[in-house]
């Protein structure tokens, strides 16, 4: 799904770069050598094994390859204008069911069974008519930093925390972070917004020193990634709901914190079963 996903936005970086999808080089720091070779080593552009000599203190391995940068706001108005240009309709709305989401379909016509295509992440766990307690979050919490001297994505994977440095293109940088199982706290840590600050100069010289980054802060976000035991769901299940009806709904929820990397590949997948339906 991953590799997928990575062959689709690198077309998309070359023929749509409204979309804010960019390329660069990026760099994987292992503090623990890999037991196997990495599975997509061969699989990405311009890979290559960062010299031994070369590997910061602490490190025992490295990788270096041609990766993406996500401007994420600018992606997702994107995704949105590419949807609604096919006729597609946006329309805000909570719900405490699943096939309520039917209610809101334009023009619909009660003999006509309707397709839900279920991609609420954690909502997913108390969503009427789903309720997958398999569902837990991840809390994660990022710093938004204006650097535009920083150029490349450095990611350093330790046994206990990990960290990174990306850019957005736009002369920001997003680094990062951590993973906390079953922590629903989105309130922002200060002392953990100066650990990230100082884990990410350690990795890249060009965010200056502490105390000027500290000032280009422009933001602090905190996110909860939708993690699943078992996995990601990806599947058809038909729903009933008294007064609704029987609607047939695509789940695909659970993709934790590789949900950008994979969703393209995913995306197609959610299109072949409804397609099947």
Known sequence: MEIQTYRKMLRMADESPESGISVTQGIELYERAPAEPLWYIDMVDNSSEVPPDSLPEGVEYGLEYKTLLIDVPK???????????????????????????????????????????????????????????????IRGQTLLVNAPEAKRTITRIGSEKFSYVIPRGDGTVVIGGSADNNEWDCRPNDKLSRQIISRALELEPALLDSKTLTEQVVSVGVGLRPMREGGVRLEVESIYKEKVGQSNVVHCYGHGGFGFQSSLAFADKVHELVNAL
């Open 75 to 137: 992606y997702l108005l994107y995704l949105k204008s590419h949807f609604e240009s096919r006729g597609g309709k946006m329309h805000k709305q909570a719900i405490e069911h699943i096939l309520d989401a039917t209610k809101y379909v334009p023009g619909s016509n009660a003999n006509v069974p309707l397709i839900v295509v279920n991609c609420t992440g954690l909502g997913s766990r108390n969503l009427g008519g789903v309720n997958d307690k398999r569902l837990y979050p």
